[in-house]
């Protein structure tokens, strides 16, 4: 069965600092990978997805994951927070037959001004 | 490409009555449509999945009932909330997946009801 972690539901940086957020998953077939944003009463807004292509995956905003198949992990970066990225994230995972997505339980980043 | 819409995004609706939530997909063919409830600093849990022109597959726990699914076109699913009570309160998005992706699912705006 298929399942994401995200590991700290909260995270707080300093603006201008490396945003970190940890996603890791597991799935039995080569999974499909996605991180989404949301802010306030908005829905989800995509940020970047990993679909077997190049494991380094540039998306909006500045932000970046690295596919490492090693270590089942799909961790979020960005190297200068800005106050504009205070928001909740979201990774899920798609086995890809049927479009079924899970998500992992979100984190909400925090940024210091 | 891949837009989805729902309407309305905000609803108020009073405790016993029902309210009907839209979902578009505005540029493509959705085949399959996802329904989502969303509660305050939680992560998405998913409703029910349906596929155009059949019964909605609902998730363990989600009253089939209360929680009326309907997806009578490729580019159209409703989800109405009947009876609803406060408890219901919460936000609600969509998505669909389809068109050239087998993999991906585009999200709705989501819908915020209040049940008063």
């Known amino acids: 069965a298929q399942s994401v972690t995200q590991l700290g539901s909260h995270v707080s940086v300093s603006e201008g600092a490396l945003v970190l957020l940890r996603c890791n998953y597991s799935?039995?077939?080569?999974?499909?990978l996605f991180w989404y944003v949301q802010y306030p009463n908005q829905g989800l807004q995509l940020l970047l997805k990993?679909?077997?292509?190049?494991?380094l995956v540039k998306g909006i905003n500045g932000f970046e994951a690295e596919f490492k198949k090693s270590e089942t992990s799909f961790h979020l970066t960005k190297p200068s927070a800005h106050m504009s990225d205070a928001a909740e994230y979201f990774c899920?995972?798609?086995?890809?037959?049927?479009?079924?997505?899970?998500f992992g339980t979100g984190t909400s980043l925090t940024v210091i001004p | 490409g891949a837009v989805v819409s729902q309407h309305p995004s905000w609803v108020i609706c009073k405790s016993g009555t029902s309210v009907k939530i839209e979902c578009r997909s505005l540029?493509?063919?959705?085949?399959?449509m996802f329904w989502y409830r969303q509660f305050p600093k939680q992560s998405l849990m998913l409703m029910a999945t349906?596929?155009?022109?059949?019964?909605?597959?609902?998730e363990q726990g989600v009253e089939k009932d209360k929680f009326l699914i309907n997806h009578a076109s490729l580019t159209l699913s409703t989800l109405t909330v009947t009876s609803a009570h406060p408890e219901d309160s919460s936000f609600y998005i969509c998505?669909?997946?389809?068109?050239?992706?087998?993999?991906?699912?585009?999200f709705g705006p989501g819908t915020r009801l209040t049940v008063t």
């Open positions: 998505s669909a997946g389809g068109g050239t992706s087998r993999y991906e699912q585009y």
């Open positions: 799935s039995s077939v080569p999974p499909y």
């Open positions: 990993y679909t077997s292509a190049a494991t």
């Open positions: 899920a995972v798609s086995e890809g037959t049927g479009n079924q997505f899970y």
């Open positions: 540029d493509f063919q959705a085949t399959t």
């Open positions: 349906s596929n155009e022109g059949s019964k909605a597959t609902y």
